[in-house]
């Protein structure tokens, strides 16, 4: 087990004094960095940052940090619910060490693809039919992870092959369900 103990410390973010949602930092017992590659390999839709040894990820509303020392998670309603996700955070990380030995390590940053980068990728024929009003749109969902690849039908057509094989490249997988 990589990390044994922890503390915590929930507040109210700075930049928004009041705010009826918390923000949490967990304190560990262990340098995590290490494993650090490994949560970048299997978690998708994160970003690692080898130099400030750190990984971020977006998961259920959080916005999670994994520092070398600690992580930080905001966006919780309460105490209560920054142990849970704190807990449930920890538990990741030291299942994902446990597991190393069947794991590649990714130092890789996949770094988030903007929205007009896909844009670019798209038919641009506003064809409506992903149920957006225009490509631009979909772009944007896409660039959330808000909408998969499948729901622009132009794009499965034999003549967008070349761009779609591009979008399924900078999309994370997570997005195209
Ligand atoms: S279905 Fe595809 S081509 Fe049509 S509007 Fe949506 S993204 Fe654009």
Redesign the pocket.
């Known amino acids: 087990m990589l990390i044994r103990t922890y503390g915590i410390d929930v507040f109210t973010p700075a930049c928004d004094p009041g705010a009826v949602r918390y923000s949490a930092i967990a304190t560990l017992d262990a340098d995590i960095a290490e494993a650090l590659p490994y949560l970048n390999a299997t978690l998708q839709g994160g970003i690692y940052n080898q130099a400030a040894r750190a990984f971020s990820w977006r998961k259920d509303g959080h916005y999670i940090v994994f520092h070398a020392g600690h992580i930080a998670v905001s966006n919780v309603e309460d105490r209560d619910g920054a142990l849970h996700a704190v807990e449930a955070l920890i538990a990741l990380v030291n299942e994902t060490w446990e597991r190393r030995g069947e794991l590649a390590p990714d130092f890789t940053s996949h770094e988030r693809p903007t929205a007009m980068s896909l844009y670019k990728l798209?038919?641009?024929?506003?064809?409506?039919?992903?149920?957006?009003a225009?490509?631009w749109n979909?772009?944007l969902k896409l660039s959330l992870g808000q909408a998969p690849l499948s729901?622009?039908?132009?794009?499965q057509e034999p003549a967008y092959a070349e761009r779609l094989g591009q979008l399924e490249a900078l999309v994370p997988p997570s997005s195209d369900v």
Request: hydrophobic share 20%; charged share 10%.
């Open positions: 798209l038919p641009q024929t506003n064809c409506r039919q992903c149920g957006q225009t490509c979909f772009a729901k622009c039908p132009p794009l």
